[in-house]
């Protein structure tokens, strides 16, 4: 995939991840970036820093009126970063009810296939282009302490295997992008080693370029599946070690 010259569109571009995606895809050459937010004033400093490049767009991932209208209006796009996410630090049982846990079904699963489902006939209309997911390690091991978030995550690292192979005839490539812990408010609550945002967005352009179906970006989710391969058991026991731990740690 080439990123000279492309347009790009990234949900949940106005901060964290996203806000480095945007930056890295207009250093790389992108012709425009469509920077996908709840709120477009929140992305107003990238349009100012880029005018013309990177352009705001309203775009909750869980509103499909939001996501047909993206798709309406981003027709130029060949380039779709699934970046929007959330975590609301519940866990399964303990938690006082499924809201939580619905809303990051909503959020981190329906949401990207929502857009790739809005999105494939733009991009089967550019030449097929590519579709990435920003997932997480915890979509490689359930991790019991974020007992909503990390089963969002494996279903959407399942759903990415589907849509590839689903898209595959209109040449869109389709990648898992696997990440660890970031430096970003999401990952307020955890400590020890935290990897910076650009260097995410620094192993998803690469990903894109190469052409690759899943990545690990950083040191932690290398770890995470070695450690799976090695001894599945003695992971899981480690994961729900975390349960009574008063804070999530990488371990470093
Ligand atoms: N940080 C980590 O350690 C880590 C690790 C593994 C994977 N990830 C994944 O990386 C991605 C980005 O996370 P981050 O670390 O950059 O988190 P973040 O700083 O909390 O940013 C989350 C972004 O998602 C947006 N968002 C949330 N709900 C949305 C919705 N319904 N519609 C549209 N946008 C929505 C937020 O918008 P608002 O500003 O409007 O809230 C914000 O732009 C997520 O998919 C996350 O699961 C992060």
Redesign the pocket.
Known sequence: MRIEDSVALV????????EAFVRALLAAGARKVWV????PE?AAHLASEAPGRAVPIA????RPDQIAAAAEACGDVSILIN?????LNQRLIDAPTLDAAREEM???YF?PVGLARAFAPVLARNGGGAIVN?????GLVAVPAMGG?SPS?FAGRAATTCIRAELAGQDTQVTALI?????????AH?AGR?EK?SDIAAAGLNALRRGLDEVDTDIMAIEVRASLARDPKALERSMARMLSAATISTGR
């Open positions: 949900t949940g571009g106005n901060r964290g991840i996203g996908g937010t709840r709120d929140a775009l909750d991932v869980t970046n929007a996410g959330a975590f909503e959020i981190n949401g920003v997932l997480s390690s915890g978030y995550k990440v660890g812990s970031v430096d970003t408010r999401m990952a955890v935290k945002p």
